[in-house]
């Protein structure tokens, strides 16, 4: 079965630009979230989805950030416009919610020049 | 605030046995995972716990005490590869979301 899967792996980019981050959950798993991993800050949860629906955007740092899920198979990350300070790690994850684990994809390594 | 801590870096012995802590505000937790990663890799989950005690899973072991808002992970038999940083993670009251604690590095010398 596949795991959680998101593009692209690496991105480089100008300060000012829209960056966009895709993330494809588990088949069947309900939730969705989006993370973003710094030194400084560590595993950060920005906002979550249940069945499509953002649940929780309390994470999300300012209005430069938005998120997506327009059906069970996709959702998107989106900074615009983007800022160095915004360069991480950012995960995706997936779950069936209920105290079962997250299941993490391998990450997408956003550096903002 | 939910802050959930652990110590930052830890140092042990191939072969030995090693517990990492973790302690958390009990006030809005609900149980707590375990995580690990790899330099450069995505987390990967080891062990939750929901009720009060051990969970033992291989060499992995995990234990909960909910009153005094403290966790720990034990691992035995320690081995080269089980150097990486282990993330503990409180949940909320229904269990589907997920604050991390900073991550303590395990490095595992021979």
């Known amino acids: 079965d596949a795991g959680v899967i998101q593009s692209p792996r690496h991105e480089v980019t100008e300060m000012g630009q829209e960056v966009t981050l895709r993330c494809k959950p588990i088949?069947?798993?309900?939730?969705l979230f989006w993370y973003r991993q710094t030194m400084m800050r560590g595993l950060e949860l920005l906002i979550y989805f249940n069945n499509n629906v953002p649940i929780d955007d309390s994470g999300m740092p300012e209005d430069r950030f938005s998120a997506k899920m327009p059906n069970a198979s996709f959702s998107t990350l989106k900074i615009q416009p983007s800022e160095p300070r915004d360069s991480a790690v950012y995960f995706c994850?997936?779950?069936?919610?209920?105290?079962?684990?997250?299941?993490f994809g391998d990450g997408t390594r956003l550096s903002i020049l | 605030g939910q802050n959930i801590d652990q110590p930052t870096e830890m140092t042990a012995t191939e072969g030995a046995i090693v517990q990492i802590n973790c302690t958390y505000q009990t006030s809005g937790f609900n149980g707590l995972f375990w995580y690990q990663q790899h330099a450069g890799e995505a987390p990967t989950f080891l062990s939750y716990?929901?009720?009060?005690g051990l969970e033992e899973k291989g060499r992995f072991s995990s234990f909960l005490s909910r009153s005094k808002g403290y966790s720990y992970l034990l691992l035995k038999e320690l081995q080269m590869k089980d150097s990486a940083s282990y993330l503990c993670a409180g949940t909320n009251n229904a269990g589907n979301m997920l604050t991390f604690g900073g991550g303590t590095r395990l490095m595992v010398k021979p």
């Open positions: 994850a997936s779950s069936t919610g209920g105290f079962q684990p997250q299941h």
């Open positions: 088949s069947g798993h309900d939730y």
């Open positions: 716990n929901v009720l009060d």
